[in-house]
């Protein structure tokens, strides 16, 4: 018999239409099976195939499905046709009369049957439990395979399945993707009585089907916190990359009751990130996923809340509370606020980008993508450290990597290192001086019109992945009224809020600005949000750690 820890969600599924023969199969079946396996139950072919459903959505695992031959509406062959579809690898048993042998015979070229028991089958040490030994015995070897509980349904080429698996990612949720077009994926859509017009599906964990869902409902339903537990904090941070994070670390560990709010999943553009070679304590490397996974987690160790998919539209000084507002009207209000929102990519302008973003455009490194590079030709477009890291990552798999540079040379904003790594690689070129002119493609990217920037040529070449690091645009435009900025929309703290080094004039306390406070007391700036930023990982994470100082000498005099 399998060990409980293999069969610990895994049932048994029989079916009779007689309530009384149902009750003596599953009472001999749970007899000797019952410790390993669940024993479910029904009474009609329908009742049976909704069961299946919902197990399949729930991802549980079905070895054996028994179905007595005769019963009304739908017999047990025309059943387990059906059942086929929803869990093909489950070993099929008809139950049968005498009489009815022949077309248990026939069943087995129709359904595949597995098996046929006669009924009665006393004593079931001899005419059941063997047989059933021997299927299960087949089922464990045969390969069944556990998936993990959040599924995926999606095209391709579709820009809000790349969306979700994104961000699914980002967040440490594990999943498993399945393509729209392939038979398991066409099995969970007819679970979820989709027909695949809308996309992608997401199936949680209890065997919930969500279609088309937004972040915010996402998030909440595999097992994000997006609702704070507390009305009032002494800190809130907004905005989860390094300099969020390490505020957060720093925040909690020294006893602030802390709230870190995200809109979409903590790492910002250092957690899409597949290798960091140059961060402190890290010989070896790190990818940005794990540095922001541990990051998280020790935030969380003391304390800190922390908060996914939840947008921020606002900031008020009320008094002594600093109120930050979401966007479907609630709010939160501490005595102080960390702005870690950091940055975005900026959007290529080319003509036919925007509408290929998601289908073989995408901005940032997509490390969902990687795997579907697999012997293609791969653009990226920048020339900074970001898109050198995601041109070393990609060129593993990919046939070719070539690197667009609007400058002559990729010294002008690339770590030395990387620009080394990247002129050993074989597969990896860089043309510089060369700028996307255009993307063409029907439902994906399938070509790119490129443009020599001093002569004025175009080429056009084949082309299925573009990956863009074209310059960093700060999340701020809902601060617009509230927090002085510089014309890029840049966040202005301490001696730079004005020309002449001295406090705003609506500044009213006596003393000067603290170093990363903003022109309202209380509310600090950290990271690449800030005007005039390292634009590195680990400035960011120590202007986070400054803040939380800052905050606490605000607190001490407040």
Known sequence: MAQASDAARTVILTVDDDPGVSRAVARDLRRRYGESYRIVRAESGESALDALRELKLRGDLVAVILADYRMPQMNGIEFLEQALDVYPGARRVLLTAYADTSAAIDAINVVDLDHYLLKPWDPPEEKLYPVLDDLLEAWRCSDFRPVPST?????RWSARSSDVREFLARNQVPYRWYSADEPEGKRLLAAAGQDGQRLPLVITPD????????????AAQVGLATTPAADFYDLVVIGGGPAGLGAA????????RTVLVERSAT?????????????????????????????????????????TARQV????????????????????AAHSVILATGVSYRQLEAPGCHDLTGCGVYYGSALTEAASCQGHDVYIVGGANSAGQAAMYLARGAKSVTLL????????????????????APNI??????????????????QLTLRDVDSGQTELVDAQWMFVFIGAAPLTQWLDGTVLRDKHGFILAGPDLTDDGRPPADWELDRPPYHL???IPGVFVAGDARAESAKRVASAVGEGAMAVMLVHRYLEQS
């Open 207 to 218: 065997g919930t089907p969500l279609v088309e869902p937004e972040a915010p409902e996402l």
């Open 249 to 256: 670390v720093y925040g909690a560990s020294e006893g602030l």
């Open 151 to 155: 599924k995926v349904v999606g095209h």
């Open 517 to 519: 406070e903003t022109n």
């Open 405 to 424: 540079v609007r400058g002559q040379d990729l010294s002008a904003s690339m770590s030395y290192y990387l620009i080394q790594q990247i002129n050993e």
């Open 267 to 307: 790492g910002g553009q250092a957690g899409q990130s597949s290798r960091i070679e140059n961060y402190l304590g890290f010989p070896d490397g790190v990818s940005g996923a794990q540095l922001t996974d541990r990051a998280r987690r020790q935030a969380a160790r003391f304390g800190a809340e922390i908060l």
């Open 429 to 446: 070129s860089v043309r510089a001086r060369t700028v996307v002119e255009s993307a063409h493609g029907s439902d994906h990217l399938e």
């Open 313 to 332: 539209t606002g900031l008020e000084a009320n008094g002594a509370a600093r109120t930050v507002r979401f966007s479907d009207g609630s709010a939160v």
